[in-house]
Nanobody, 127 residues
Framework: QVQLVESGGGLVQAGGSLRLSCAAS????????MAWFRQAPGKEREFVQG???????????YSADSVKGRFTISGDNAKNTMYLQMNSLKPEDTAVYYC?????????????????WGQGTQVTVSS
């Protein structure tokens, strides 16, 4: 059984930065795709960024246009941990951020393709 635990959310002013972490247990990074999604109140869960692996190294990353150039996804296979560095935050980035993974090495931008989810961490950006 795969377990995902997010941390690092909080309250930040517009223009600030946060780094989210996702600690995974019960699997290894090298064979699964992983991603960050977010969900704001009253909105659908949306894709933020995704990552695939080649052995112990990052193979490819994917990004939603809305965060491109501001957010960076990365991972540390030795620690089984994935990160989301968020810079230049905007009030519209306010949401619960979820870590997710699927039993395949392909990133999809729709949440229904993913098999395991963390509990989410709240990110609030004030104007």
């Amino acid at each position: 059984q795969v377990q995902l635990v997010e941390s690092g959310g909080g309250l930040v002013q517009a223009g600030g930065s946060l780094r989210l972490s996702c600690a995974a247990s019960g699997r290894t990074f090298s064979s699964y795709a992983m991603a960050w999604f977010r969900q704001a109140p009253g909105k659908e869960r949306e894709f933020v960024q995704g990552i695939t692996w080649s052995g112990n190294r990052t193979y490819r990353t994917y990004s939603a246009d809305s965060v491109k150039g501001r957010f960076t996804i990365s991972g540390d296979n030795a620690k089984n941990t994935m990160y989301l560095q968020m810079n230049s935050l905007k009030p519209e980035d306010t949401a619960v951020y979820y870590c997710t993974t699927r039993r395949s090495g392909i990133v999809y931008r729709s949440p229904e393709y993913y098999d395991y989810w963390g509990q989410g961490t709240q990110v609030t950006v004030s104007s």
